[in-house]
Protein backbone atom coordinates (compact mmCIF):
# COMPACT_ATOMS: atom_id res chain seq x y z
CA UNK A 1 0.00 0.00 0.00
CA UNK A 2 1.13 3.74 -1.00
CA UNK A 3 1.03 6.55 1.61
CA UNK A 4 -0.29 8.19 -1.17
CA UNK A 5 -3.32 6.42 -0.58
CA UNK A 6 -3.70 6.64 3.25
CA UNK A 7 -5.72 9.27 4.34
CA UNK A 8 -4.35 12.39 5.43
CA UNK A 9 -6.99 12.64 8.25
CA UNK A 10 -8.35 10.01 10.62
CA UNK A 11 -12.19 11.27 11.10
CA UNK A 12 -14.80 13.06 8.46
CA UNK A 13 -14.85 16.97 9.92
CA UNK A 14 -16.51 20.07 8.46
CA UNK A 15 -15.83 23.45 9.68
CA UNK A 16 -19.88 24.39 9.59
CA UNK A 17 -20.65 21.28 12.08
CA UNK A 18 -18.08 21.54 14.54
CA UNK A 19 -17.37 23.84 17.59
CA UNK A 20 -14.24 26.21 17.50
CA UNK A 21 -11.55 26.70 19.92
CA UNK A 22 -8.65 29.51 20.13
CA UNK A 23 -5.78 29.34 21.72
CA UNK A 24 -2.34 31.17 21.34
CA UNK A 25 -0.35 27.91 22.23
CA UNK A 26 -1.91 24.53 21.92
CA UNK A 27 0.14 21.89 24.01
CA UNK A 28 -0.46 18.15 22.95
CA UNK A 29 0.28 15.96 25.67
CA UNK A 30 0.64 16.28 29.67
CA UNK A 31 4.21 14.71 30.61
CA UNK A 32 7.06 16.57 31.60
CA UNK A 33 7.65 17.97 28.50
CA UNK A 34 4.22 19.26 27.77
CA UNK A 35 3.82 20.61 31.19
CA UNK A 36 7.53 22.23 31.29
CA UNK A 37 6.28 23.54 27.66
CA UNK A 38 2.92 25.09 29.13
CA UNK A 39 4.65 26.33 31.98
CA UNK A 40 7.39 28.78 29.94
CA UNK A 41 4.75 30.02 27.35
CA UNK A 42 4.00 33.90 28.41
CA UNK A 43 1.66 35.12 30.79
CA UNK A 44 0.20 37.28 28.17
CA UNK A 45 -0.98 34.18 26.21
CA UNK A 46 -3.23 31.58 26.20
CA UNK A 47 -2.23 28.13 26.21
CA UNK A 48 -4.47 25.02 26.60
CA UNK A 49 -2.90 21.79 27.52
CA UNK A 50 -4.65 18.31 25.65
CA UNK A 51 -3.87 14.98 27.42
CA UNK A 52 -5.28 11.94 26.04
CA UNK A 53 -5.26 10.23 29.44
CA UNK A 54 -5.68 11.68 32.80
CA UNK A 55 -2.47 14.54 33.67
CA UNK A 56 -0.82 12.37 36.31
CA UNK A 57 -0.67 9.01 33.21
CA UNK A 58 2.32 9.56 31.36
CA UNK A 59 5.86 7.81 30.37
CA UNK A 60 7.12 10.62 32.52
CA UNK A 61 5.19 9.29 36.02
CA UNK A 62 6.37 5.43 35.45
CA UNK A 63 10.16 7.04 35.23
CA UNK A 64 11.69 5.22 38.41
CA UNK A 65 15.30 5.76 38.22
CA UNK A 66 16.08 9.77 38.53
CA UNK A 67 17.29 12.77 36.46
CA UNK A 68 21.01 12.97 35.65
CA UNK A 69 22.72 15.95 36.47
CA UNK A 70 25.80 16.78 37.43
CA UNK A 71 25.45 18.51 41.22
CA UNK A 72 28.48 17.16 42.64
CA UNK A 73 31.52 19.11 42.59
CA UNK A 74 33.93 15.52 42.06
CA UNK A 75 32.15 15.67 38.89
CA UNK A 76 31.70 17.53 35.64
CA UNK A 77 29.74 18.69 32.77
CA UNK A 78 32.74 16.99 30.80
CA UNK A 79 32.13 13.56 31.94
CA UNK A 80 28.40 13.93 31.41
CA UNK A 81 28.91 14.86 28.04
CA UNK A 82 31.39 12.35 27.59
CA UNK A 83 29.15 9.08 29.22
CA UNK A 84 26.39 10.58 27.03
CA UNK A 85 28.35 10.10 23.87
CA UNK A 86 29.79 7.24 24.47
CA UNK A 87 26.33 5.45 25.19
CA UNK A 88 25.17 7.00 22.18
CA UNK A 89 27.47 4.75 19.55
CA UNK A 90 28.88 7.73 17.68
CA UNK A 91 25.06 9.37 16.97
CA UNK A 92 24.64 11.81 19.11
CA UNK A 93 24.71 15.40 18.18
CA UNK A 94 27.80 16.84 20.70
CA UNK A 95 25.98 20.63 20.36
CA UNK A 96 23.16 19.07 21.40
CA UNK A 97 24.37 16.76 24.56
CA UNK A 98 26.43 19.91 25.47
CA UNK A 99 23.48 22.49 25.74
CA UNK A 100 21.41 19.98 28.15
CA UNK A 101 24.06 18.46 30.35
CA UNK A 102 25.40 22.25 31.06
CA UNK A 103 21.48 23.05 31.56
CA UNK A 104 20.48 20.08 34.42
CA UNK A 105 21.64 21.48 37.36
CA UNK A 106 19.15 24.49 36.45
CA UNK A 107 16.15 22.71 35.66
CA UNK A 108 16.60 20.52 38.74
CA UNK A 109 16.62 23.30 41.06
CA UNK A 110 13.90 24.83 39.34
CA UNK A 111 11.84 21.06 40.12
CA UNK A 112 13.22 21.56 43.78
CA UNK A 113 11.86 25.43 44.35
CA UNK A 114 8.52 23.88 42.44
CA UNK A 115 8.11 21.53 45.48
CA UNK A 116 9.43 18.33 44.33
CA UNK A 117 11.10 16.59 47.08
CA UNK A 118 14.06 14.91 46.27
CA UNK A 119 16.11 12.27 48.52
CA UNK A 120 18.83 14.41 50.56
CA UNK A 121 20.95 13.67 53.12
CA UNK A 122 20.46 16.79 55.40
CA UNK A 123 20.50 19.18 52.88
CA UNK A 124 22.50 17.63 50.17
CA UNK A 125 20.81 16.04 47.20
CA UNK A 126 21.55 11.97 47.23
CA UNK A 127 23.13 11.12 44.38
CA UNK A 128 23.17 7.89 42.66
CA UNK A 129 24.58 6.11 40.05
CA UNK A 130 23.21 3.85 37.07
CA UNK A 131 24.57 2.04 33.63
CA UNK A 132 26.89 4.38 31.48
CA UNK A 133 27.27 6.97 34.26
CA UNK A 134 31.28 7.43 35.54
CA UNK A 135 29.69 9.41 38.97
CA UNK A 136 27.18 9.52 40.75
CA UNK A 137 24.90 11.99 39.20
CA UNK A 138 21.42 11.01 39.75
CA UNK A 139 18.83 12.61 41.72
CA UNK A 140 15.63 10.79 42.95
CA UNK A 141 12.76 11.25 44.51
CA UNK A 142 10.97 8.48 47.45
CA UNK A 143 13.44 6.09 46.33
CA UNK A 144 11.96 4.93 43.05
CA UNK A 145 9.60 7.09 42.28
CA UNK A 146 10.86 10.23 40.99
CA UNK A 147 8.88 10.66 38.25
CA UNK A 148 5.42 9.97 40.24
CA UNK A 149 6.94 12.85 42.42
CA UNK A 150 8.19 15.39 40.16
CA UNK A 151 5.04 15.07 38.08
CA UNK A 152 2.49 15.75 41.48
CA UNK A 153 4.93 18.59 42.33
CA UNK A 154 4.50 19.95 38.50
CA UNK A 155 0.61 19.15 37.36
CA UNK A 156 0.83 21.23 41.23
CA UNK A 157 2.65 24.35 39.67
CA UNK A 158 1.21 24.71 36.28
CA UNK A 159 -2.29 24.26 37.71
CA UNK A 160 -1.43 27.92 39.17
CA UNK A 161 -1.22 29.59 36.17
CA UNK A 162 -4.59 31.20 35.17
CA UNK A 163 -3.49 31.59 31.65
CA UNK A 164 -3.43 27.95 31.35
CA UNK A 165 -5.91 25.79 31.18
CA UNK A 166 -5.87 21.47 30.97
CA UNK A 167 -8.67 19.43 29.19
CA UNK A 168 -7.96 15.47 30.02
CA UNK A 169 -9.07 12.35 28.63
CA UNK A 170 -9.20 14.31 25.32
CA UNK A 171 -8.10 12.50 22.39
CA UNK A 172 -6.13 14.26 19.66
CA UNK A 173 -6.78 12.99 16.03
CA UNK A 174 -4.53 15.14 13.66
CA UNK A 175 -2.94 18.30 13.37
CA UNK A 176 -4.47 20.78 11.40
CA UNK A 177 -2.45 22.03 8.18
CA UNK A 178 -3.07 24.90 5.72
CA UNK A 179 -0.05 26.28 3.09
CA UNK A 180 2.29 23.98 4.82
CA UNK A 181 1.94 25.33 8.51
CA UNK A 182 0.13 24.19 11.82
CA UNK A 183 -2.62 25.25 12.47
CA UNK A 184 -3.90 23.63 15.52
CA UNK A 185 -5.01 20.33 15.93
CA UNK A 186 -9.14 18.59 16.13
CA UNK A 187 -9.42 16.64 19.11
CA UNK A 188 -12.32 14.78 21.08
CA UNK A 189 -13.21 16.43 24.29
CA UNK A 190 -14.97 13.88 26.43
CA UNK A 191 -17.90 16.10 26.93
CA UNK A 192 -18.14 18.25 23.84
CA UNK A 193 -16.89 15.76 21.02
CA UNK A 194 -14.88 16.65 18.48
CA UNK A 195 -13.88 20.07 18.46
CA UNK A 196 -11.41 22.31 15.59
CA UNK A 197 -8.73 23.62 18.27
CA UNK A 198 -7.03 26.58 16.11
CA UNK A 199 -3.80 27.53 17.39
CA UNK A 200 -0.85 30.32 16.64
CA UNK A 201 1.26 27.44 17.46
CA UNK A 202 1.82 24.01 18.55
CA UNK A 203 3.67 22.32 21.02
CA UNK A 204 3.55 18.25 20.32
CA UNK A 205 4.00 16.26 23.46
CA UNK A 206 2.96 12.92 22.71
CA UNK A 207 5.32 10.78 24.28
CA UNK A 208 6.49 7.24 22.97
CA UNK A 209 5.13 4.16 21.32
CA UNK A 210 5.98 1.49 23.90
CA UNK A 211 2.57 -0.12 23.09
CA UNK A 212 3.58 -1.26 19.77
CA UNK A 213 5.29 -4.63 21.70
CA UNK A 214 3.68 -7.45 23.84
CA UNK A 215 6.76 -6.39 26.16
CA UNK A 216 6.71 -3.45 27.58
CA UNK A 217 7.38 -0.83 30.62
CA UNK A 218 4.82 1.92 28.46
CA UNK A 219 1.17 2.73 29.95
CA UNK A 220 -1.75 2.17 27.67
CA UNK A 221 -1.37 5.60 26.33
CA UNK A 222 1.62 4.80 24.53
CA UNK A 223 0.91 4.14 21.76
CA UNK A 224 2.97 6.58 19.05
CA UNK A 225 -0.59 9.03 18.44
CA UNK A 226 1.94 12.44 18.70
CA UNK A 227 4.59 10.79 15.76
CA UNK A 228 2.03 9.42 13.66
CA UNK A 229 -0.37 12.31 13.28
CA UNK A 230 3.12 14.32 12.69
CA UNK A 231 3.89 11.60 10.01
CA UNK A 232 0.33 12.06 8.38
CA UNK A 233 0.97 16.05 8.63
CA UNK A 234 4.23 15.70 6.35
CA UNK A 235 6.76 16.66 9.05
CA UNK A 236 10.05 14.96 9.03
CA UNK A 237 11.14 12.06 11.34
CA UNK A 238 14.14 10.19 11.88
CA UNK A 239 15.77 7.41 13.98
CA UNK A 240 13.11 5.49 14.12
CA UNK A 241 14.96 2.49 14.27
CA UNK A 242 16.32 2.79 17.85
CA UNK A 243 13.59 1.59 20.06
CA UNK A 244 15.74 1.68 23.33
CA UNK A 245 14.74 -1.80 25.34
CA UNK A 246 14.83 -1.71 28.90
CA UNK A 247 17.03 -4.72 30.22
CA UNK A 248 14.83 -5.22 33.27
CA UNK A 249 11.09 -5.67 33.59
CA UNK A 250 9.70 -8.19 36.02
CA UNK A 251 8.84 -10.97 34.25
CA UNK A 252 6.00 -12.81 36.63
CA UNK A 253 2.90 -14.43 35.25
CA UNK A 254 -0.29 -12.46 35.53
CA UNK A 255 1.59 -9.30 36.38
CA UNK A 256 2.00 -5.98 34.03
CA UNK A 257 5.57 -5.88 33.03
CA UNK A 258 6.72 -3.16 35.66
CA UNK A 259 10.32 -1.33 35.11
CA UNK A 260 12.68 -2.39 37.54
CA UNK A 261 14.98 0.82 37.29
CA UNK A 262 18.64 0.68 36.06
CA UNK A 263 19.40 1.94 39.64
CA UNK A 264 18.49 -1.18 41.01
CA UNK A 265 21.73 -2.39 39.30
CA UNK A 266 23.67 0.91 40.42
CA UNK A 267 23.54 0.14 43.95
CA UNK A 268 24.96 -3.15 43.61
CA UNK A 269 22.50 -5.73 42.42
CA UNK A 270 23.68 -8.92 40.45
CA UNK A 271 22.23 -10.14 37.26
CA UNK A 272 21.77 -14.10 37.48
CA UNK A 273 21.20 -16.86 35.19
CA UNK A 274 18.37 -19.50 36.19
CA UNK A 275 21.33 -21.68 37.55
CA UNK A 276 22.38 -18.66 39.75
CA UNK A 277 25.50 -17.56 37.60
CA UNK A 278 26.33 -13.73 37.38
CA UNK A 279 26.82 -13.48 33.70
CA UNK A 280 27.47 -9.60 33.04
CA UNK A 281 31.07 -9.79 33.02
CA UNK A 282 31.12 -12.41 30.68
CA UNK A 283 29.90 -9.88 27.82
CA UNK A 284 31.25 -6.60 29.37
CA UNK A 285 34.13 -5.33 31.72
CA UNK A 286 31.56 -3.41 33.44
CA UNK A 287 29.23 -5.65 34.17
CA UNK A 288 25.81 -4.63 35.79
CA UNK A 289 27.02 -0.96 34.96
CA UNK A 290 26.81 -1.24 31.19
CA UNK A 291 24.62 0.52 28.91
CA UNK A 292 21.44 -0.45 28.38
CA UNK A 293 21.61 -2.05 24.88
CA UNK A 294 24.79 -3.99 26.14
CA UNK A 295 23.19 -5.47 29.15
CA UNK A 296 19.75 -6.38 27.39
CA UNK A 297 22.02 -8.29 25.03
CA UNK A 298 23.69 -10.11 27.16
CA UNK A 299 20.12 -11.17 29.07
CA UNK A 300 18.80 -12.50 25.67
CA UNK A 301 21.84 -14.53 24.94
CA UNK A 302 22.09 -15.78 28.44
CA UNK A 303 18.26 -16.76 27.73
CA UNK A 304 19.23 -18.44 24.67
CA UNK A 305 22.11 -20.22 26.38
CA UNK A 306 20.26 -21.85 29.29
CA UNK A 307 16.85 -22.10 27.20
CA UNK A 308 15.23 -20.14 30.14
CA UNK A 309 12.18 -17.34 29.55
CA UNK A 310 14.23 -14.63 31.53
CA UNK A 311 17.40 -14.10 34.42
CA UNK A 312 16.98 -12.53 37.45
CA UNK A 313 18.18 -9.96 39.98
CA UNK A 314 19.50 -10.75 42.91
CA UNK A 315 20.03 -8.21 46.00
CA UNK A 316 20.33 -10.86 48.97
CA UNK A 317 23.86 -9.92 49.75
CA UNK A 318 22.76 -6.06 50.13
CA UNK A 319 21.90 -4.87 53.52
CA UNK A 320 17.74 -5.24 53.96
CA UNK A 321 16.93 -2.03 55.53
CA UNK A 322 18.64 -0.33 53.04
CA UNK A 323 17.26 -2.10 50.01
CA UNK A 324 13.82 -1.32 51.22
CA UNK A 325 14.26 1.79 51.72
CA UNK A 326 15.75 2.89 48.18
CA UNK A 327 13.42 0.32 46.61
CA UNK A 328 9.57 0.67 48.48
CA UNK A 329 7.96 0.97 45.19
CA UNK A 330 9.60 -2.41 43.98
CA UNK A 331 9.39 -4.20 47.00
CA UNK A 332 5.82 -3.60 47.60
CA UNK A 333 4.90 -5.13 44.08
CA UNK A 334 7.10 -7.52 44.18
CA UNK A 335 5.86 -8.47 47.33
CA UNK A 336 2.40 -8.46 45.59
CA UNK A 337 3.48 -11.95 43.75
CA UNK A 338 5.28 -13.37 47.28
CA UNK A 339 8.86 -11.83 46.73
CA UNK A 340 10.44 -10.54 49.16
CA UNK A 341 13.30 -8.47 47.13
CA UNK A 342 16.03 -8.18 50.20
CA UNK A 343 16.24 -12.21 49.40
CA UNK A 344 13.92 -13.48 46.93
CA UNK A 345 15.58 -13.45 42.77
CA UNK A 346 13.47 -10.95 40.69
CA UNK A 347 12.73 -12.50 37.47
CA UNK A 348 13.31 -10.44 34.85
CA UNK A 349 13.79 -10.22 30.77
CA UNK A 350 14.00 -7.07 28.71
CA UNK A 351 11.15 -4.66 27.42
CA UNK A 352 9.85 -1.93 24.72
CA UNK A 353 10.95 1.55 26.44
CA UNK A 354 11.87 4.33 25.18
CA UNK A 355 11.47 5.56 21.48
CA UNK A 356 15.02 7.40 21.18
CA UNK A 357 13.31 8.50 17.30
CA UNK A 358 10.88 10.88 16.60
CA UNK A 359 9.97 14.19 15.08
CA UNK A 360 12.92 15.62 14.37
CA UNK A 361 13.46 18.96 16.01
CA UNK A 362 16.32 21.61 15.95
CA UNK A 363 18.37 23.05 19.55
CA UNK A 364 14.83 25.42 20.29
CA UNK A 365 12.23 22.66 19.42
CA UNK A 366 11.33 23.20 15.99
CA UNK A 367 10.23 20.97 13.80
CA UNK A 368 9.78 20.85 9.77
CA UNK A 369 6.27 22.58 9.90
CA UNK A 370 6.21 25.84 10.92
CA UNK A 371 4.10 26.45 13.49
CA UNK A 372 5.34 22.97 15.40
CA UNK A 373 7.69 22.62 17.91
CA UNK A 374 8.07 19.46 19.71
CA UNK A 375 9.99 18.08 23.17
CA UNK A 376 10.08 15.14 25.46
CA UNK A 377 10.14 11.73 23.52
CA UNK A 378 8.23 11.96 20.75
CA UNK A 379 11.19 13.67 19.24
CA UNK A 380 14.75 12.92 17.87
CA UNK A 381 16.62 16.07 19.09
CA UNK A 382 20.32 14.14 18.62
CA UNK A 383 20.73 13.58 22.37
CA UNK A 384 20.76 10.52 23.05
CA UNK A 385 22.38 9.26 19.43
CA UNK A 386 21.21 5.11 19.09
CA UNK A 387 21.23 4.80 22.62
CA UNK A 388 19.94 6.74 25.42
CA UNK A 389 22.07 7.27 28.71
CA UNK A 390 19.89 6.50 31.65
CA UNK A 391 18.21 8.76 33.21
CA UNK A 392 18.81 11.66 30.26
CA UNK A 393 15.00 11.23 29.51
CA UNK A 394 13.55 13.62 32.25
CA UNK A 395 16.48 15.73 32.06
CA UNK A 396 15.83 16.11 27.58
CA UNK A 397 11.56 16.60 28.08
CA UNK A 398 12.55 19.73 31.07
CA UNK A 399 15.07 20.95 28.96
CA UNK A 400 13.16 21.00 25.30
CA UNK A 401 10.34 21.71 27.12
CA UNK A 402 11.17 24.88 28.51
CA UNK A 403 13.13 25.85 24.96
CA UNK A 404 9.98 25.02 22.69
CA UNK A 405 7.84 27.00 25.45
CA UNK A 406 9.49 29.84 24.99
CA UNK A 407 10.35 29.55 21.13
CA UNK A 408 6.13 29.12 20.69
CA UNK A 409 5.20 31.76 23.14
CA UNK A 410 7.67 34.46 20.50
CA UNK A 411 6.62 33.08 17.71
CA UNK A 412 2.97 33.49 18.41
CA UNK A 413 3.73 36.90 20.13
CA UNK A 414 5.11 37.63 16.76
CA UNK A 415 1.98 36.57 14.59
CA UNK A 416 -0.17 39.85 14.37
CA UNK A 417 -2.63 38.55 11.40
CA UNK A 418 -6.15 37.65 11.30
CA UNK A 419 -6.54 34.61 13.61
CA UNK A 420 -9.41 33.32 12.03
CA UNK A 421 -10.59 29.46 11.62
CA UNK A 422 -9.87 27.89 7.77
CA UNK A 423 -12.44 26.32 5.60
CA UNK A 424 -10.41 22.52 6.02
CA UNK A 425 -12.70 19.91 4.80
CA UNK A 426 -12.36 15.56 5.61
CA UNK A 427 -15.35 14.55 3.45
CA UNK A 428 -16.68 11.38 5.25
CA UNK A 429 -15.61 8.04 3.62
CA UNK A 430 -18.49 4.96 2.67
CA UNK A 431 -18.09 2.52 5.88
CA UNK A 432 -17.39 -0.87 4.75
CA UNK A 433 -19.42 -3.42 5.25
CA UNK A 434 -17.83 -5.90 7.03
CA UNK A 435 -16.97 -5.20 10.80
CA UNK A 436 -13.36 -5.98 11.70
CA UNK A 437 -11.55 -7.28 15.44
CA UNK A 438 -9.64 -4.39 16.35
CA UNK A 439 -8.10 -6.30 19.45
CA UNK A 440 -6.81 -9.32 17.47
CA UNK A 441 -5.29 -6.85 14.90
CA UNK A 442 -3.28 -5.08 18.16
CA UNK A 443 -2.36 -8.24 19.40
CA UNK A 444 -0.81 -9.70 16.18
CA UNK A 445 0.75 -6.62 15.85
CA UNK A 446 2.54 -6.27 18.96
CA UNK A 447 3.59 -9.77 18.73
CA UNK A 448 5.34 -9.59 15.69
CA UNK A 449 6.85 -6.22 16.60
CA UNK A 450 8.51 -8.26 19.61
CA UNK A 451 9.39 -10.94 17.95
CA UNK A 452 10.66 -9.69 14.86
CA UNK A 453 11.60 -6.25 15.58
CA UNK A 454 12.93 -6.38 18.79
CA UNK A 455 16.20 -6.85 20.20
CA UNK A 456 17.44 -8.77 17.55
CA UNK A 457 16.53 -8.16 13.59
CA UNK A 458 17.18 -10.15 10.65
CA UNK A 459 16.85 -8.85 7.22
CA UNK A 460 14.02 -11.65 6.47
CA UNK A 461 12.55 -11.25 9.58
CA UNK A 462 12.25 -7.33 9.08
CA UNK A 463 10.66 -7.91 5.57
CA UNK A 464 8.20 -10.42 6.83
CA UNK A 465 6.65 -7.77 9.00
CA UNK A 466 6.94 -5.47 6.33
CA UNK A 467 4.74 -7.18 4.23
CA UNK A 468 2.10 -7.90 7.10
CA UNK A 469 1.62 -4.39 8.67
CA UNK A 470 1.12 -2.64 4.74
CA UNK A 471 -1.30 -6.28 4.38
CA UNK A 472 -2.83 -5.04 7.88
CA UNK A 473 -2.73 -1.13 6.37
CA UNK A 474 -4.83 -1.62 3.33
CA UNK A 475 -8.18 -2.70 5.24
CA UNK A 476 -7.32 -0.42 8.61
CA UNK A 477 -6.14 2.51 7.82
CA UNK A 478 -8.71 3.49 5.13
CA UNK A 479 -11.35 3.31 7.49
CA UNK A 480 -13.36 6.34 9.89
CA UNK A 481 -13.66 4.91 13.37
CA UNK A 482 -15.42 6.43 16.07
CA UNK A 483 -13.75 5.53 19.08
CA UNK A 484 -10.37 5.42 20.04
CA UNK A 485 -9.58 1.91 19.70
CA UNK A 486 -9.40 2.14 15.83
CA UNK A 487 -7.59 5.57 15.85
CA UNK A 488 -5.22 3.96 18.23
CA UNK A 489 -4.64 1.11 15.81
CA UNK A 490 -4.31 3.16 12.80
CA UNK A 491 -1.39 5.04 14.63
CA UNK A 492 0.21 1.83 15.62
CA UNK A 493 0.31 0.34 12.24
CA UNK A 494 1.83 3.78 10.98
CA UNK A 495 4.69 4.02 13.56
CA UNK A 496 5.16 0.49 12.93
CA UNK A 497 6.24 0.65 9.61
CA UNK A 498 8.27 3.55 10.08
CA UNK A 499 10.42 1.75 12.31
CA UNK A 500 10.58 -1.70 10.47
CA UNK A 501 11.44 0.30 7.27
CA UNK A 502 13.98 2.09 9.18
CA UNK A 503 15.25 -0.56 10.56
CA UNK A 504 15.78 -2.66 7.07
CA UNK A 505 17.58 0.04 5.61
CA UNK A 506 20.48 0.33 8.83
CA UNK A 507 22.49 -2.78 7.32
CA UNK A 508 24.85 -2.54 10.60
CA UNK A 509 23.97 -3.04 13.99
CA UNK A 510 24.22 0.19 16.75
CA UNK A 511 23.03 0.87 19.56
CA UNK A 512 20.14 -0.51 20.22
CA UNK A 513 19.60 -1.88 17.03
CA UNK A 514 21.01 -4.83 16.43
CA UNK A 515 21.21 -6.59 13.29
CA UNK A 516 22.13 -10.52 14.12
CA UNK A 517 22.30 -10.45 9.96
CA UNK A 518 25.06 -7.19 10.20
CA UNK A 519 26.55 -7.55 13.90
CA UNK A 520 29.18 -4.95 13.32
CA UNK A 521 29.16 -1.37 13.85
CA UNK A 522 30.30 -0.11 10.38
CA UNK A 523 31.51 3.71 11.26
CA UNK A 524 32.04 5.88 9.14
CA UNK A 525 29.81 4.64 6.69
CA UNK A 526 26.71 4.31 8.83
CA UNK A 527 27.70 7.27 11.39
CA UNK A 528 24.57 9.07 9.71
CA UNK A 529 20.55 9.60 10.22
CA UNK A 530 17.57 8.23 8.50
CA UNK A 531 14.86 10.62 7.79
CA UNK A 532 11.47 9.37 6.91
CA UNK A 533 8.53 12.53 5.48
CA UNK A 534 5.22 11.58 4.11
CA UNK A 535 5.14 13.56 1.14
Not at 489 to 506: E, S
Request: charged share 20%.
Amino acid sequence: MNETDTPRYLVPFHPKSLPHFFTDVLVIGGGLAGLRAAIAVDSKLSALVVTKGELEESNSTYAQGGIAGVMDPEDSFDNHVRDTLVAGADLCDPQVVEMVVREAPLRIRELAQWGTRFDRDGKDLVLGREGGHSHFRIVHALGDATGQEVIRAVIAWARKLRNVRFWENTFTLDLLTCNQKCRGAIVVHPSHGAILVWAKQTILCTGGAGQLYRESTNPAVATGDGLAMAYRAGVEVRDMEFMQFHPTVLYIAGSSRSLITEAIRGEGAYLVDRNGYRFMFDYDERGELAPRDVVSQAIVSQMDKTRFSNVFLDLSHLDPAFVKGRFPGIAATCAKFGLDITCDRIPVRPGAHYMIGGVTVDLEGRTSLPGLWAAGEVTSSGLHGANRLASNSLLEGLVYGTHAGHGASAAASELHDDFHALPLINPPLAEPDESLDLADIRNALKSLMWRSVGVRRTEQELLESLHSVQHWQKYVLVRQFCEPEGWELQNMLTVARVIVQAALQRTESRGVHYRTDFPQTETPAWQRRLTFQRK
